[in-house]
């Protein structure tokens, strides 16, 4: 199987923080990891193949996600069509026009991944290295052809060291809210410095993490209606979460929370207040930092019935 030296290439000059033979960290890749690093784990407790490996190489395979096979068909690794009675694309790459394989889902994509591995006889002998020997399993792919090009190895190895994959290696259980609810093109960002951080990409809204749960950030012309198909959760679920009618008109830029609120804010806001801004309401204030509007009335009584000015100190834990 060839690596897109072309395409990896071609990334690396949009993207010049990445050097070849002297890498270093940069957003894109990151957030792909942040984004896919569940899927990988659970092919890892499912199938034996060590999420760092599976990581390293949806980031080589498929430009960090920008590759033509992963838009058109979800397909994170390169993997041709070898027998596959799926869907498939045709793209150039050793020959012109070659036949590969196309998923429903990068879930899926991840999941036949770590099945191509575990099935074919030529990588047999990686599945008796030790989950955490990065190291084997990296110039174990390359003997076995996984891929052409010469550095493939040392290139996985360079991507785990610098960004700790190996870390991911140690889990013994994942987020199966995001195996299941990431959309393609999404990216999980945690909270900076206490307070969430969208990162907008193109492709289906990216889902934050923040607060022990999880959000989207409003486009134009989003409705619950909208953001309940793509995101696979009912319309009446996410008004409820979100303390709203479900024919409420949303507006670009709110948050919109995918589980049930918590009734506080994370814990270093424990002896921090809120100083509320023009135009602000406790509503305004809950969704922002992912909590219950009863709950944050409760704990700021006095400036809720005579109604917020701006300069209030909000109590949020």
């Known amino acids: 199987m060839k690596r897109y030296i072309f395409l990896f290439l071609s990334f690396l000059y949009m993207f010049p ?21 569940d899927m990988a784990i659970e092919g890892m407790l499912k199938y034996g193949v060590p999420a760092s490996i599976t990581l390293a190489q949806g980031l080589l395979e498929s430009g960090a996600g920008r590759g033509r096979l992963v838009l058109l068909g979800n397909n994170h690794f390169g993997i041709k069509c070898h027998g596959w009675l799926g869907r498939t694309i045709s793209h150039d790459d050793d020959a012109k026009g070659e036949c590969f394989r196309a998923y429903d889902s990068a879930l899926e994509s991840f999941e036949d991944h770590c099945k191509f591995l575990r099935d074919r006889p030529r990588y047999r002998s990686l599945f008796s290295l030790d989950r955490f020997d990065y190291r084997g399993w990296a110039h174990g792919l390359k003997r076995a052809g996984y891929a ?64 022990e749960n999880y959000y989207v950030v409003v486009r134009q012309g989003d409705s619950f209606k909208s953001l309940s ?89």
Request: net charge positive.
């Open 17 to 37: 923080s990445v050097v070849v033979g002297q890498a270093r960290w940069n957003q894109v890749y990151q957030s792909y990891i942040d984004q896919y690093k």
């Open 148 to 211: 052409t090009n010469p550095v493939y190895a040392q290139s996985l190895i360079n991507l785990i060291e610098l960004y700790k994959l190996y870390e991911y290696d140690k889990a013994k259980s994942y987020d199966r809210f995001m195996v299941h609810h990431s959309g393609e093109n999404s990216v999980v960002q945690d909270g900076v410095k206490g307070r969430p951080t969208p990162v907008q990409i193109l492709g289906a809204h990216p889902i934050n993490k923040y607060n």
């Open 229 to 317: 198909k793509e995101l696979n959760i009912s319309v009446s679920k996410l008004a409820k979460y979100n303390e709203r009618d479900k024919h409420d008109r949303l507006i670009p830029g709110e948050y919109i929370w995918l589980k049930k609120k918590q009734k506080k804010a994370p814990k270093e806001f424990k002896k921090r207040p809120y100083y509320v801004r023009k135009s602000e309401s406790l509503y305004d204030i809950a969704q922002r930092y992912g909590i219950r509007l009863k709950s944050l009335v409760k704990k700021n009584e006095n400036i809720a019935e005579r109604g917020l000015r701006i300069g209030d100190e909000v109590i949020l834990y």
